[in-house]
T-cell receptor, first 111, second 115 residues
């Protein structure tokens, strides 16, 4: 079946270091979405990418959608302790009535 | 604008019992999706409803069921609870007809513990 894979599973960084998580789909996606879940919280929608090769920025966060629309990445520059949490990528299944989530990358930031 | 409301927040049930969880989407959102989140399996899709119709269902046993009412509120039911059903159950609403074309707004979830 259709899968969305994410690496790494965990990442420990020192505050101020950069962080990147990668997402790969087994099929071409019409869009990719990114969510953040703080410890003890629920996923919160961050952004959606739709176009091939699209790059979007939100302050220190940079999101990219691959040219083939099968992979994506989230890069955080100069991490802060407020960045801790799990970052999920998600994409639609064929037919588009459900969204498949990657397993997430859990980010730990040491002050 | 009120967010997605899920009740109850926490629930403890005994094996074999049944449970009903409730979700009120954002006003005007007609699509409601349910996900099960566990540490080992991540976010697993349960089902999606739009205008009272189930449009998609995940790979869960028939013990898991749901419905949506005319006011878009949704419920999910799990019968004959098993220990493995312990999880965070998340409801997500969307205003987009093809829900995967736009982002979800998640509720805070219901933490179900089966003992």
């Amino acid at each position: 079946g259709q899968q969305v894979m994410q690496i790494p599973q965990y990442q420990h960084v020192q505050e101020g270091e950069d962080f990147t998580t990668y997402c790969n789909s087994s099929t071409t996606l019409s869009n990719i979405q990114w969510y953040k879940q703080r410890p003890g919280g629920h996923p919160v929608f961050l952004i959606q990418l739709v176009k091939s090769g699209e790059v979007k920025k939100q302050k220190r966060l940079t999101f990219q959608f691959g040219e083939a629309k099968k992979n994506s990445s989230l890069h955080i520059t100069a991490t802060q302790t407020t960045d801790v949490g799990t970052y999920f990528c998600a994409g639609p299944n064929t037919g588009g009535f459900k969204t498949i989530f990657g397993a997430g990358t859990r980010l730990f930031v040491k002050a | 604008k009120a967010g997605v409301t899920q009740t109850p927040r926490y629930l403890i049930k005994t094996r074999g019992q049944q449970v009903t969880l409730s979700c009120s989407p954002i006003s005007g959102h007609r699509s409601v999706s349910w996900y099960q989140q566990t540490p080992g399996q991540g976010l697993q899709f349960l089902f999606e409803y739009f205008s009272e119709t189930q449009r998609n269902k995940g790979n869960f046993p028939g013990r898991f069921s749901g419905r949506q009412f005319s006011n878009s509120r949704s419920e999910m039911n799990v019968s004959t609870l098993e220990l493995g059903d312990s999880a965070l159950y998340l409801c997500a609403s969307s205003s987009i007809v093809r829900t995967s074309l736009g982002g979800y707004t998640f509720g805070s979830g219901t933490r179900l513990t089966v003992v």
